[in-house]
């Protein structure tokens, strides 16, 4: 059974949070804070011992309860994460904005960012953003040999794209200047071949370039899969 989370009482509040109970007395004309407590019968106790104290002058009861008060538990004090690390992420100094602190921390890729302390403090949030790229990229890695801004699995194939029309990879036609172009992309970089009046020249081309960008680096690649 899950614990009764209503006190019946005036001044004695379930605080959610805290997992504990409130404790605000009424006297002369104000709400006094007496703390939080685990036991409801130790703020039932408390709150009859101020009720009673408020029964005296103002001052006498204004001198109690700042003794009081000195006895109850300090509220968390800042803490400094400079220099720890979370996963990721350094921090290297913090900033408060609107009664919420941000920790502007550096992360191994390189960039700085500034995230909210609870972020860094409950593992939400580890780096910039890179290890999620990195997750995506090993995911494309094992599953389509995705290597440096290169698929391997295209490189491999001889499968033509929908769009192409002349038959040969890399080689379009230009009805503007009826010659046939030869191209190729490698690591993200496209590179002119050349134009050509017929597709045979085009083709030849396109396939020494392959075996210049191509066979170099599907065999690095085979070579790296046997050492892993």
Not at 69 to 77: A, C, R
Request: hydrophobic letters at 30%.
């Amino acid at each position: 059974m899950g614990r009764n989370t209503s006190s019946g009482i005036k001044g004695i509040y379930w605080d959610k949070k805290a997992k504990k109970w409130r404790l605000w007395v009424n006297l002369y004309k104000k709400k006094w804070y007496m703390g939080t407590y685990s036991d409801i019968e130790k703020a039932k106790e408390l709150k009859l011992l101020a009720e009673e104290k408020g029964k005296i002058s103002f001052e006498q009861w204004s001198d109690w309860y700042s003794i009081f008060k000195s006895t109850l538990p300090k509220p968390n004090v800042f803490e400094d994460l400079t220099g720890q690390k979370f996963g990721r992420l350094l921090a290297l100094r913090y900033e408060v904005i609107k009664g919420k602190t941000y920790w502007y921390c550096k992360c191994d890729c390189g960039k700085e960012i500034k995230v909210a302390k609870s972020a860094i403090k409950n593992g939400s949030q580890v780096s910039c953003g890179c290890h999620k790229r990195d997750y995506v990229t090993s995911i494309f890695s094992d599953r389509f040999g995705y290597v440096d801004g290169t698929c391997v699995t295209h490189l491999k194939t001889e499968k033509l794209r929908k769009s192409n029309s002349s038959g040969v990879k890399g080689v379009t036609f230009h009805s503007k200047n009826k010659k046939w172009m030869a191209q190729i992309t490698f690591k993200r970089k496209n590179y002119y071949l050349g134009s050509f009046d017929n597709i045979e020249d085009a083709a030849v081309a396109r396939k020494e370039a392959e075996e210049r960008l191509f066979v170099p680096f599907l065999q690095w690649y085979e070579e790296q899969k046997k050492l892993n």
